[in-house]
């Protein structure tokens, strides 16, 4: 009796205590019911879709009957399109949380089929509207002011007149869009779920995987030959692939190209620039003003040796921190840290975001098949931010969150402002909402710093983060305009050709030649790594945006009257303009040297103080 009592007990407290950590893992995951309580939801809201576009093909050939049918057929389409968002989202989402479970790939690639049928039955759109003509589209549009959402949409279809063919034309690269993703799918599976990934053992005996979430946690090892030991492993084990991944980059190059060709653009950058009306001046001023202040990388790299006490700077001596430091930030105190860095941008902002992080609005750290590194998704117009992170509980961990969160609270205010169809907004502006809140983070964290150990800390990070994003960016974006260069001229590259390619510029940046970092030969495979390459133009984004958000977190934080409010509207602008122009116009022209030159002066500042604490422990 005794002992059955005592077992029942145990088995009461054991699932007492299962039942507890079962909640705790939960707080620590997104609620992707949210979204769909059950799979048979997903299916019914995807059967949904598949009658809502029949329906939308009797638009065809109809649209300017009437301004009643006009307004009809670009209400459903723009439903379609948000309830397309939704279903793709979670399908993303749940192949995302374990990328080598068979149901969740089956439900992806489910998605990428409906996604092609949105592209393809939605097609007659932009033609046919073309053919309308803008004189009766605007008269269209006046007959019912109701219809005044779609103006900024309608316009940025109107204006690509010359590179938008007609019916036909529009169906056939629809049709061929379902067979042009193979070159990223291909790099994700291998990437993220099938790459053997090395092993190796650390000095203290400790054996690690080097997957990309090991990669990014052991590259920053206080032990050198720890440091290079993972480096040899890691990019050893890209190096086998490189052959692979040059034929899987060369077929996302060639695609873009033939895009190019086909939409009678001069070359792929051009086309790129042109989806969001963005000046050439802006892509090429950033590189040229990155490469004309590579001295002042070269001061950063030259200032990390000192610090590490290294005199032969090697590419594996980048990312360790240049102090030492055992502070923990465990998400429930990132997420503290995060909120009261943010308390510039004003009340409500602070409580949206208090409530998004208690809402089941994140899946938090890193688990076996979990897709690595970080992202927001915002597109589910009806629900709420999504945010996907890997947590190592470190320093860096807690700027991704904040930088994230940047992008959350970014389109929370973008879709309470907008109207779904203006509410997605383009990275050209996503970037600055993100890196606004990693300077308000900085400079909170250095306003708490208790010694001149933990100013390092954040300083240095800082400052690996301004290389990361600044000039690290604008090296990728070098590299992205010279490769499409190459293949819209017609050239071919292989994967080795692409190495040394990347390994010159990488080579440039980092001053190898004058002695500043070596780049040992394996590591130029880098470029193999980069998975953002396979969004042909995208990384330059980053550097623009950091720029921007510098300015705009410099106003901010000194008080300058309007400077919250113009910021926060540009956020709740979501993709209602054109976003140079909307950044321009809040003060800050992204085709002229000034915001670049003063991220490096921002770069220099840091450094004169990080120097300025090293003399006085002299």
Same mark, same amino acid.
């Given at each position: 009796?005794?002992?059955?009592?005592?077992?029942?007990?145990?088995?009461?407290?054991?699932?007492?205590?299962?039942?507890?950590?079962?909640?705790?893992?939960?707080?620590?995951?997104?609620?992707?019911?949210?979204?769909?309580?059950?799979?048979?939801?997903?299916?019914?809201?995807?059967?949904?879709?598949?009658?809502?576009?029949?329906?939308?093909?009797?638009?065809?050939?109809?649209?300017?009957?009437?301004?009643?049918?006009?307004?009809?057929?670009?209400?459903?389409?723009?439903?379609?399109?948000?309830?397309?968002?939704?279903?793709?989202?979670?399908?993303?989402?749940?192949?995302?949380?374990?990328?080598?479970?068979?149901?969740?790939?089956?439900?992806?690639?489910?998605?990428?089929?409906?996604?092609?049928?949105?592209?393809?039955?939605?097609?007659?759109?932009?033609?046919?509207?073309?053919?309308?003509?803008?004189?009766?589209?605007?008269?269209?549009?006046?007959?019912?002011?109701?219809?005044?959402?779609?103006?900024?949409?309608?316009?940025?279809?109107?204006?690509?007149?010359?590179?938008?063919?007609?019916?036909?034309?529009?169906?056939?690269?629809?049709?061929?869009?379902?067979?042009?993703?193979?070159?990223?799918?291909?790099?994700?599976?291998?990437?993220?779920?099938?790459?053997?990934?090395?092993?190796?053992?650390?000095?203290?005996?400790?054996?690690?995987?080097?997957?990309?979430?090991?990669?990014?946690?052991?590259?920053?090892?206080?032990?050198?030959?720890?440091?290079?030991?993972?480096?040899?492993?890691?990019?050893?084990?890209?190096?086998?692939?490189?052959?692979?991944?040059?034929?899987?980059?060369?077929?996302?190059?060639?695609?873009?190209?033939?895009?190019?060709?086909?939409?009678?653009?001069?070359?792929?950058?051009?086309?790129?620039?042109?989806?969001?009306?963005?000046?050439?001046?802006? *892509?090429?001023? /950033?590189?040229?003003? $990155?490469?004309?202040?590579?001295?002042?990388? @070269?001061? &950063?790299?030259?200032? +990390? %040796?000192?610090?590490?006490?290294?005199?032969?700077?090697?590419?594996?001596?980048?990312?360790?921190?240049?102090?030492?430091?055992?502070?923990?930030?465990?998400?429930?105190?990132?997420?503290?840290?995060?909120?009261?860095?943010?308390?510039?941008?004003?009340?409500?902002?602070?409580?949206?975001?208090?409530?998004?992080?208690?809402?089941?609005?994140?899946?938090?750290?890193?688990?076996?098949?979990?897709?690595?590194?970080?992202?927001?998704?915002?597109?589910?117009?009806?629900?709420?931010?999504?945010?996907?992170?890997?947590?190592?509980?470190? *320093?860096?961990? /807690?700027?991704?969150? $904040?930088?994230?969160?940047?992008?959350?609270? @970014?389109? &929370?205010?973008?879709? +309470? %402002?907008?109207?779904?169809?203006?509410?997605?907004?383009?990275?050209?502006?996503?970037?600055?909402?993100?890196?606004?809140?990693?300077?308000?983070?900085?400079?909170?964290?250095?306003?708490?710093?208790?010694?001149?150990?933990?100013?390092?800390?954040?300083?240095?990070?800082?400052?690996?983060?301004?290389?990361?994003?600044?000039?690290?960016?604008?090296?990728?974006?070098?590299?992205?305009?010279?490769?499409?260069?190459?293949?819209?001229?017609?050239?071919?590259?292989?994967?080795?050709?692409?190495?040394?390619?990347?390994?010159?510029?990488?080579?440039?940046?980092?001053?190898?030649?004058?002695?500043?970092?070596?780049?040992?030969?394996?590591?130029?495979?880098?470029?193999?790594?980069?998975?953002?390459?396979?969004?042909?133009?995208?990384?330059?984004?980053?550097?623009?945006?950091?720029?921007?958000?510098?300015?705009?977190?410099?106003?901010?934080?000194?008080?300058?009257?309007?400077?919250?409010?113009?910021?926060?509207?540009?956020?709740?602008?979501?993709?209602?303009?054109?976003?140079?122009?909307?950044?321009?116009?809040?003060?800050?022209?992204?085709?002229?040297?000034?915001?670049?030159?003063?991220?490096?002066?921002?770069?220099?500042?840091?450094?004169?103080?990080?120097?300025?604490?090293?003399?006085?422990?002299?």
């Amino acid at each position: 009796m005794k002992k059955s009592l005592i077992l029942a007990t145990l088995a009461l407290l054991t699932a007492a205590s299962l039942s507890a950590v079962d909640a705790e893992a939960a707080a620590d995951r997104w609620n992707l019911k949210d979204l769909y309580a059950l799979q048979a939801d997903w299916d019914k809201d995807a059967t949904a879709l598949t009658q809502q576009l029949k329906t939308l093909s009797s638009c065809a050939g109809h649209l300017a009957q009437s301004a009643p049918r006009f307004k009809t057929c670009l209400d459903l389409n723009a439903d379609i399109l948000k309830r397309y968002a939704r279903l793709s989202s979670y399908a993303s989402q749940h192949h995302d949380e374990d990328t080598g479970l068979a149901a969740g790939m089956d439900l992806h690639q489910r998605a990428v089929v409906l996604g092609n049928s949105v592209e393809e039955l939605t097609s007659f759109l932009s033609p046919e509207l073309l053919k309308i003509g803008r004189a009766r589209v605007t008269a269209l549009q006046k007959a019912d002011p109701s219809m005044a959402i779609y103006s900024h949409w309608l316009d940025d279809i109107l204006r690509t007149a010359p590179h938008t063919l007609d019916r036909k034309g529009e169906e056939l690269i629809a049709n061929f869009s379902a067979a042009t993703g193979a070159a990223n799918a291909i790099y994700s599976t291998l990437a993220d779920a099938d790459m053997p990934w090395p092993k190796v053992t650390l000095s203290d005996g400790a054996k690690v995987v080097l997957d990309q979430t090991g990669y990014e946690k052991y590259r920053a090892l206080a032990n050198r030959a720890d440091r290079k030991r993972v480096f040899d492993a890691f990019w050893g084990r890209w190096k086998e692939f490189e052959r692979t991944f040059g034929v899987t980059f060369y077929e996302q190059l060639k695609k873009d190209a033939a895009l190019a060709k086909v939409r009678h653009y001069p070359d792929s950058l051009t086309q790129a620039l042109d989806a969001n009306k963005l000046p050439r001046a802006v *892509y090429d001023t /950033l590189v040229a003003q $990155a490469e004309l202040n590579l001295p002042t990388l @070269h001061r &950063y790299f030259r200032l +990390r %040796a000192r610090m590490l006490g290294v005199s032969d700077m090697h590419y594996y001596d980048v990312y360790p921190p240049i102090v030492a430091s055992d502070l923990k930030y465990p998400i429930g105190l990132s997420t503290r840290l995060m909120l009261d860095a943010v308390k510039p941008l004003g009340a409500d902002y602070v409580q949206a975001l208090e409530q998004g992080t208690k809402s089941g609005w994140m899946d938090v750290y890193p688990r076996p098949k979990k897709r690595s590194g970080a992202y927001m998704n915002g597109s589910v117009y009806d629900v709420h931010p999504y945010l996907l992170l890997n947590h190592n509980d470190d *320093y860096e961990s /807690l700027s991704t969150l $904040a930088h994230e969160w940047g992008h959350a609270m @970014h389109s &929370y205010l973008a879709n +309470r %402002a907008q109207p779904f169809i203006n509410a997605e907004y383009p990275t050209f502006t996503a970037e600055i909402a993100s890196t606004t809140n990693e300077v308000l983070l900085l400079d909170h964290m250095l306003k708490i710093a208790k010694d001149d150990n933990e100013r390092l800390l954040y300083l240095d990070s800082a400052l690996e983060n301004l290389r990361g994003t600044f000039f690290r960016q604008a090296m990728f974006a070098a590299f992205e305009r010279d490769v499409h260069a190459r293949v819209d001229q017609g050239e071919s590259l292989t994967g080795e050709a692409l190495t040394k390619i990347y390994g010159d510029i990488l080579r440039r940046y980092h001053g190898d030649q004058e002695g500043v970092v070596k780049v040992d030969d394996l590591y130029t495979v880098e470029w193999a790594f980069i998975p953002h390459y396979y969004n042909r133009f995208y990384v330059f984004q980053y550097a623009t945006s950091i720029s921007a958000g510098n300015m705009f977190a410099d106003e901010i934080l000194q008080g300058v009257p309007g400077a919250r409010e113009r910021y926060l509207d540009i956020l709740r602008a979501g993709g209602s303009r054109y976003p140079y122009e909307l950044v321009k116009e809040a003060g800050v022209d992204l085709a002229t040297p000034a915001p670049y030159q003063a991220i490096v002066a921002r770069m220099n500042r840091i450094m004169d103080q990080i120097e300025a604490i090293a003399a006085k422990r002299k």
